[in-house]
């Protein structure tokens, strides 16, 4: 059963992915990934969807086409990986070393703010996992040098340095948010990206609200 404080999380996409992370994506069986990840989340209610769920046959099928169920499925988590990798997913670990079970969720913005705020006991709760109290909850989340490399290409050590000073200088989520902005226009250097940084440092960060450093 949900928790009632669920609905906090916001399931479907919204306009971060459309504009930033929908223009980024080459990958087709990634984007079907983060489409059934949705309308999963909308059909149950619940926003966490888990990759048994994905496994389902007739979904499996829809996300990466015919092959052997191994196959099949080794496909599907390199989709999701890179899904996670480009800032479309979230995804949650429950339990313990291997058998730890995979949920994932939409990455909005409200998804975002919550799993970086709360403590793993409520996460659980709030996506309404079935958690013993003796398993643990990770949130995974790709660090800005790998959603770097990822939407833009390797990294030279200057960049790598000027990424370093950005996320002391900024919130991690504004970083993030300039990469993916660069790429949507295009503009696939660090020197556009900090003029964003530098930018909305001005008018209060993406959204226009100031927040607090990293």
């Known amino acids: 059963m949900v928790d009632e404080h669920a609905d906090v999380f916001v399931s479907g996409l919204t306009d971060d992915f459309f504009h930033d992370i929908l223009p980024a994506m080459d990958d087709t069986h990634e984007l079907k990934a983060v489409l059934y990840i949705a309308w999963l989340a909308s059909r149950s209610g619940c926003p966490a969807t888990s990759f048994d769920q994905l496994l389902d046959p007739p979904i499996l099928r829809a996300i990466v086409g015919i092959g052997s169920p191994e196959q099949a499925a080794d496909?599907?988590?390199?989709?999701?990986?890179?899904?996670?990798?480009?800032?479309?997913?979230?995804?949650?670990?429950?339990?313990?070393?291997?058998?730890?079970?995979?949920?994932?969720?939409?990455?909005?913005?409200?998804?975002?703010?919550?799993?970086?705020?709360?403590?793993?006991?409520?996460?659980?709760?709030?996506?309404?996992?079935?958690?013993?109290?003796?398993?643990?909850?990770?949130?995974?989340?790709?660090?800005?040098?790998?959603?770097?490399?990822?939407?833009?290409?390797?990294?030279?050590?200057?960049?790598?340095?000027?990424?370093?000073?950005?996320?002391?200088?900024?919130?991690?989520?504004?970083?993030?948010?300039?990469?993916?902005?660069?790429?949507?226009?295009?503009?696939?250097?660090?020197?556009?990206?900090?003029?964003?940084?530098n930018e909305w440092e001005k008018t209060g960060g993406p959204d226009g609200v100031p927040r607090g450093r990293a």
Do not use: C, H
């Open 75 to 197: 496909k599907l988590r390199r989709a999701l990986d890179r899904a996670v990798s480009n800032g479309a997913v979230l995804r949650v670990k429950a339990g313990i070393g291997d058998g730890a079970r995979q949920y994932f969720l939409v990455a909005t913005p409200s998804n975002r703010e919550l799993l970086e705020r709360l403590d793993a006991a409520d996460v659980g709760r709030l996506l309404g996992l079935d958690v013993s109290d003796r398993e643990e909850i990770s949130r995974y989340r790709p660090n800005v040098f790998a959603v770097y490399e990822r939407l833009v290409g390797p990294l030279t050590p200057l960049v790598a340095e000027q990424i370093r000073d950005a996320e002391r200088s900024y919130p991690r989520e504004w970083v993030e948010q300039a990469i993916l902005m660069a790429v949507n226009y295009n503009k696939r250097n660090w020197r556009y990206m900090q003029t964003i940084l």
